[in-house]
């Protein structure tokens, strides 16, 4: 066996802030490394026993509606009739295609998955990182769908709905801020007791309209990159916003000289919304009530739609209405504890660019003087 082949055998180790670990097995050298770039602020040497974990097992393999029962005649390790038990055929977007199968517990979630080459990202979007956030529930620890910054040790955490500019205001921060300002989390964050926000932090993923509002983001790009960037564009208009693929790029290079800020005490949960009338931005203060909260956990099971879906087609937890519920509760639960302790603001984003030298002094000023005063 050729040192490749050995490499791409081994497993890939993860540890998120003690809470949960993930190990990834990839037969495929090339779906190793998606998961290195994407999880490399987490790496970790060894596998960490006593704590809960995701077990994912990738390979590559050509699969179509029913493969479970008709075979995957000659691939490897299926033995001669090529029909794994317990798979569930799933295609995204005509693309990406892959079988799965799944095992649910308090603390372990495993997972096998067997489909092509662009089922990687979909796989880590739509099982990896939700089991992940099931798994850290249950440790007590809110993985919330939000941007976060941190400044002066303390944290600004953005959450909204997908397209509520998430990432478009933490880029502002970051660009305009200064270099006492760091990435926290892109797409997540991790909320616990403390009150302590804890970095989730994977690669940036970078959609043409931010050029708009961060210009200097398009100097960090490659020649690869940016004619991408355009073809994704043009892609999701065509869509009508239906295929959504970013250019992920990793915190090192989209802000050069920052050190990620592994954990952070929050100053202030922001709502973000999109106002085109807006011309600064506007902050104000917002009650945290059980309408709040609901709305809250609305949006980040919305986040794992695609997952539950997956959950509920493969049959993987026998009463998945009461599984479902327990897990609503339990995120409930965390984000009123959460609120308690966080005050929380609404922040309304104009719907264009306009002029995003001056709405980015604006924000910064304002958001500096929250942090200040938290």
């Known amino acids: 066996m050729n040192r490749e082949a050995v490499v791409a055998s081994e497993p890939l180790y993860f540890n998120f802030h003690d809470l949960v670990t993930v190990e990834v097995t990839a037969a495929e050298p090339e779906d190793r490394a998606f998961f290195e770039a994407e999880y490399n602020h987490h790496r970790s040497d060894r596998a960490s026993p006593g704590r809960p974990g995701v077990f994912l097992r990738v390979r590559r393999g050509l699969v179509r509606p ?6 995957l005649g000659g691939l490897p ?16 977007k ?47 620890v809110l993985l919330l769908h939000a941007g976060a ?62 050029l708009k509002w961060v210009p200097e983001v398009a100097e960090r790009l ?13 892609i999701r208009r065509w869509s009508g916003e239906r295929l959504k693929w970013a250019v992920r790029l990793p915190i090192e290079r989209l802000w050069p000289g920052r050190e990620m800020a592994k954990s952070a005490k929050p100053a202030a949960v922001i709502l973000l919304a999109r106002d085109p009338s807006a011309q600064r931005p506007s902050l104000h203060a917002v009650e945290a009530n059980e309408a709040l909260t609901s709305d ?8 794992a739609r695609h997952f539950l879906n997956l959950v509920q087609k493969s049959g993987s937890v026998p009463d998945y209405e009461t599984w479902l519920e327990g897990w609503q509760d339990c995120e409930r639960a965390l984000l009123q504890e959460r609120l308690r302790e966080v005050p929380v603001y609404r922040l309304a984003l104009p719907g264009e660019a306009g002029s995003p030298a001056a709405f980015r002094e604006a924000l910064v000023d304002e958001l500096r003087r929250l942090v200040e005063l938290a």
């Open 77 to 92: 390790g299926l033995g001669l009739s090529g029909s794994p038990r317990g798979y569930t055929f799933h295609q995204h």
């Open 296 to 303: 809250l956990v609305r949006m980040n099971f919305y986040e």
């Open 149 to 210: 910054v941190s400044h002066l040790g303390k944290s600004l955490i953005f959450t909204g709905y997908g397209g509520a500019g998430k990432t478009t205001t933490t880029a502002l921060l970051l660009a305009g801020g200064g270099a006492d300002w760091a990435p926290h989390g892109d797409d997540y964050i991790f909320l616990g007791p403390g009150p302590a926000s804890l970095a989730y932090m994977t690669r940036s993923h970078l959609y043409s309209d931010l």
């Open 94 to 140: 005509l693309l990406a295609r892959w079988g799965y199968r799944m095992q649910i517990d308090p603390e372990r979630v495993e997972l096998d998955v067997i489909g092509n080459r662009l089922a990687i990202p979909m796989v880590h979007h739509m099982l990896l990182h939700p089991s992940l956030r099931y798994l850290s529930a249950r440790r007590g």
């Open 66 to 71: 029913g493969f479970g029962q008709l075979g």
């Open 222 to 234: 490659n020649a690869g990159e940016r004619p991408r960037l355009e073809l994704f564009s043009l």
